[in-house]
């Protein structure tokens, strides 16, 4: 039996309650390469990198990571994101 992160299935939830009314999400709709995704998703906040990995819950060495591509950021870290950019109360 396969075991499912807890923390993935709760922002899966969480996007499709987001994301309910719009018919075609092109973040939810199309598997992307992460590292285009991180970028426009971290564009689209237009949160400083401080303020970015504050709210991911990250550092803001992690962040840099992505930035750099060095480290790819993991499918539940994209849905985060994807959920930091679409809902603006979560941003300053």
């Known amino acids: 039996m396969e075991s499912k992160d807890p923390m993935f299935e709760l922002l ?5 309650i987001v994301f309910k009314d719009l018919s075609q999400t092109v973040t939810l709709a199309q598997k992307s390469n992460p590292f285009t995704e991180f970028e426009r998703l971290r564009k689209g906040t237009g949160l400083k990198t401080i303020d970015f990995a504050r709210e991911m819950g990250v550092s803001v060495a992690q962040v840099q990571e992505w930035e750099s591509k060095r480290v790819k950021p993991s499918m539940t870290e994209l849905k985060l994101m ?3 950019q679409a809902t603006p109360v979560l941003s300053p």
């Not at 899966?12 to 499709?16: K, V």
């Open 82 to 84: 994807r959920l930091i």
């Open 12 to 16: 899966t939830s969480l996007e499709q």
